[in-house]
């Protein structure tokens, strides 16, 4: 199908457009988009957990991390594979995983202060450079 192949290329914000036009339209079609959108999985957040645009997915949502919302969520209970030694490596490296992601945004977050003291101090410097190189005003001519 080539419209839902172009529709996956421009992404959720397309399948999401698709459908309101769809309802807009007669809500037959809204409804068959809509049950079309959520069958084949492309507005699950579970579905690939990648990070898309707009931040960390549902798991930014839910207002913490695994450890303060339990193992899973709400909506989505963690399921058991059957083997619980999978099971406790699966969760050791999910929490890994949280905290090196959050470890690198405050990492990101520091370089983006140090980068920016770094300007502001060149900016002060010069501004200190262009003062001191300045000459001074002529005194006010009395005439």
Do not use: H
């Amino acid at each position: 199908m080539p419209i839902v192949a172009k529709l996956d290329e421009l992404g959720r914000p397309a399948w999401i457009a698709l459908m309101i036009l769809g309802f807009m339209v007669w809500w037959p079609i809204g409804l068959a988009a809509l049950v079309f959108i959520i069958g084949s999985g492309r507005m699950s957040c579970w579905k690939d957990r990648a990070m898309g645009p707009w931040g960390g997915g549902m798991s930014s949502w839910g207002g913490g991390t695994s450890e303060s919302r339990g193992a899973g969520t709400w909506w989505q209970p963690t399921r058991s594979s059957g083997n619980k030694a999978f099971d406790e490596y699966r969760e050791d490296t999910l929490r890994r995983l949280e905290e090196e992601q959050r470890e690198f945004r405050d990492f990101l977050t520091r370089l983006r202060m140090a980068k920016d003291k770094a300007e502001f101090d060149q900016f002060m410097a010069d501004r200190r450079a262009r003062g001191a190189a300045a000459p001074p005003p002529p005194p006010p001519q009395q005439g």
